[in-house]
């Protein structure tokens, strides 16, 4: 194997592992899964692109986020939307948070995993179905038969909850110390 296709391998193994969380930063951000699939496109192309400035050993995941934090930034400049969903402020926070928890994962995903309980039971039924069974949202509104646009909107309210959740969570957590 050469240099050229080790490094390729590199960045398919660390992209692969940090796709999710890079898509949930977007996702979070955005609110749109359309468009969040864009920006996650647009993301990896970058991050592929830039890859030979990426030193290898670092962290990834903060890497990653930054770029997707410029994407969505310039996703919004393009359509113009900055009225339609977060503030430029709130997208900052966002990033500041998603990057700050990128090397420390367990607290985090003890506050999501107590959050995600505390949900109503439909609500942990949805999550189930789309991130459990990795469904599309397409498919799942076949299946319950509800329009795409209910479960969109849905999705996204518990979204919204979890985050608020997880960041009470860890405000409380970083409180008790």
Aim: proline share 2%.
């Amino acid at each position: 194997m050469s240099g050229n296709d080790d490094r390729v391998e590199i960045f398919l193994n660390l992209y692969s592992s940090y796709q999710p969380r890079i898509y949930g930063y977007i996702m979070s951000a955005i609110g749109d899964w359309n468009q969040a699939d864009d920006i996650l496109q647009e993301t990896m192309s970058v991050l592929w692109n830039k890859f030979d400035q990426y030193v290898i050993g670092t962290d990834f995941l903060s890497w990653a986020l930054k770029v997707a934090h410029f994407q969505i930034l310039c996703h919004i400049k393009k359509q113009k939307i900055q009225n339609k969903y977060f503030s430029r402020q709130t997208i900052e926070n966002i990033s500041e948070i998603a990057v700050s928890l990128s090397t420390d994962t367990e607290e985090p995903l003890k506050a999501l995993r107590k959050c995600v309980k505390n949900l109503p039971e439909r609500s942990q039924h949805l999550l189930a179905l789309r991130y459990e069974d990795n469904t599309t949202i397409q498919k799942i509104a076949r299946r319950l038969q509800q329009s795409v646009h209910t479960l969109y909107k849905e999705y996204q309210k518990i979204h919204y909850q979890l985050f608020q959740c997880i960041r009470r969570q860890l405000e409380w957590n970083r409180a008790e110390r």
